[in-house]
């Protein structure tokens, strides 16, 4: 119990930076595979998340831009 409280009182906002983060990286990968599917390619989860993953650390207001930008050819 100690541990939650110091987390959500002691970082206010890392369970929305958290939850807004996965529905960035979630809807880039679904954007993603929609693309290379409709492109009659096939989706390689693995190499999207490897690609995705080398990109480092990025703020919440680059991540979507930056996944986006991630080239097909890496892929």
Same mark, same amino acid.
């Given at each position: 119990m100690h541990a939650?409280?110091?987390r959500y009182f /002691? %970082? @206010?906002g890392?369970? #929305?930076a958290y939850k807004l983060g996965e529905? /960035? %990286?979630l809807a880039a990968r679904n954007e993603a595979s929609r693309r290379q599917l +409709?492109? /009659?390619k096939s989706f390689d989860l693995k190499r999207w998340h490897t690609a995705a993953l +080398?990109?480092? @650390? #990025?703020g919440l207001a680059g991540l979507s831009d930056a996944l986006a930008e991630i080239d097909d050819s890496d892929r």
């Amino acid at each position: 119990m100690h541990a939650e409280v110091v987390r959500y009182f /002691g %970082w @206010p906002g890392q369970a #929305i930076a958290y939850k807004l983060g996965e529905r /960035g %990286w979630l809807a880039a990968r679904n954007e993603a595979s929609r693309r290379q599917l +409709s492109a /009659g390619k096939s989706f390689d989860l693995k190499r999207w998340h490897t690609a995705a993953l +080398s990109l480092g @650390p #990025i703020g919440l207001a680059g991540l979507s831009d930056a996944l986006a930008e991630i080239d097909d050819s890496d892929r």
